[in-house]
């Protein structure tokens, strides 16, 4: 079935150091990858996306690379910050009008 | 803009006890809806989904249901609670044909 897997699921980088998460998919359908960020006791929210029809797309400090051919797309966080510290989800667009969620990566900004 | 509201914020319930919770979307029309839960430090199950009034897909056996009664407003509900229903739910809304969902603050549930 449909699936999407999130590695690592803990990630501790100091401050200033740049932080990278990485998603595998396995619906090769699959076209809209977003990434979400989830501080403690909110919603979800959504950070960047990109679709299939682009291989790098960037916003400040945060980008997502995504390779079609592998099946695995990534967000790079640049210059990290303290607030940056939260639960980080990426997903993938499947069938049925619904995403497919990663189980989720924490990441801890040490100063 | 479009905002998305959901109330309340924390509830704690007795088991057995009925359940409603309720989601409402400004600002757009026609929007997809989903209900999604989320056990504490865990990733997000889909519940309920909908693409328009009256139409109701359910993702997971429960004793949970979901309603649509009008275009913006997407309405979670339980007949008798179960500890296991316990959990933070959250409400997101698409655009249609956009594959974007936006969550709203979400409903931390207390079965007890």
């Known amino acids: 079935g449909e699936n999407v897997e999130q590695h690592p699921s803990t990630l501790s980088v100091q401050e200033g150091d740049s932080a990278v998460i990485k998603c595998t998919y396995s619906?090769?359908?699959?076209?809209?990858f977003p990434w979400y960020k989830q501080e403690l006791g909110k919603g979800p929210q959504l950070i960047i996306d990109i679709r299939s029809n682009v291989g790098e797309k960037k916003d400040q400090r945060i980008a997502v690379t995504l390779n079609k051919t592998a099946k695995h797309f990534s967000l790079h966080i640049t210059e990290t910050q303290p607030e940056d510290s939260a639960v980080y989800f990426c997903a993938a667009s499947g069938s049925n009008y619904q995403l497919i969620w990663g189980a989720g990566t924490k990441l801890i900004i040490k100063p | 803009s479009q905002t998305i509201h959901q109330w309340p914020a924390t509830l704690v319930q007795p088991v057995g006890s009925p359940l409603s919770l309720e989601c409402t979307v400004e600002g757009t029309s026609n929007p997809n809806l989903y209900w999604y839960r989320q056990a504490a430090g865990r990733g997000l199950q889909l519940l309920f989904y909908?693409?328009?009034?009256?139409?109701i897909s359910s993702e997971v056996p429960q004793n949970l249901s979901a309603s649509r009664p009008q275009d913006r407003q997407f309405i979670l509900s339980s007949k008798k609670l179960l500890l296991s229903d316990s959990g933070f739910y959250l409400c997101?809304?698409?655009?249609?044909?956009?594959?974007?969902?936006?969550f709203g603050p979400g409903t931390r549930l207390t079965v007890l």
């Open positions: 909908s693409v328009g009034i009256g139409q």
């Open positions: 619906d090769s359908a699959s076209n809209y």
């Open positions: 997101a809304w698409e655009p249609q044909g956009t594959d974007t969902q936006y």
